[in-house]
């Protein structure tokens, strides 16, 4: 009996269910599932706007393009595993940041967070791919962490302590 909830609790993380993207011009939809904890919507953090989004265990754990875009950069940098839901683990923690441009050469950066029991981060594109908004691009085990960061001029449409599903709910416009 215990085999078969450990059995089912593995395959309802490993879940992958159709999404459907909004259309409209310059919307950026939530790059995974799960419940916002921290939002820089004044523009001070560097580079512009942060919208960081933790993942529990319970949570769908596919990554999906926020916007059409060209990968123009994938950087990936080793880490601690601190919970994900400190604003530590975005600096401190495993991670990979993928680049994103728009066709109006906008970037939007998406950068996947492991957290405490998250120990791989799976990213399916390279430099030069081509994604549409709402399509998977990868995945974070477990427990993890997204971080998107925005230009300056974005206009967030989220706060902390709401719930987003990747790839549907729109967050900012650009």
Known sequence: MVLLAVAAAVAGFFRDPARVAPGGEGLVVSP??????????????????????????????????????????????????????????????????????????????????????????????????????GERFGMIMFGSRVDLHLPADAMVAVRPGERVRGGETIVARL
Request: charged share 30%.
């Open 32 to 133: 995974a599932d799960g419940k916002v904890v921290e939002v820089d919507d004044d523009g001070a953090h560097p580079g512009g706007r942060r919208v960081s989004i933790f993942l529990s265990p319970l949570d769908v754990h596919i990554n999906r393009a926020p916007l059409d875009a060209r990968v123009a950069d994938i950087r990936y940098q080793p880490g601690r595993f601190l919970a994900a839901y400190k604003g530590k683990a975005s600096e401190e923690n495993e991670r990979n940041a993928v680049e994103l441009t728009d066709a109006s050469g906008r970037t939007v950066r998406v950068v996947q967070i492991a957290g405490f029991l998250a120990r791989r981060i799976v990213c399916d594109v390279g430099r030069g791919d081509s994604l549409k908004r």
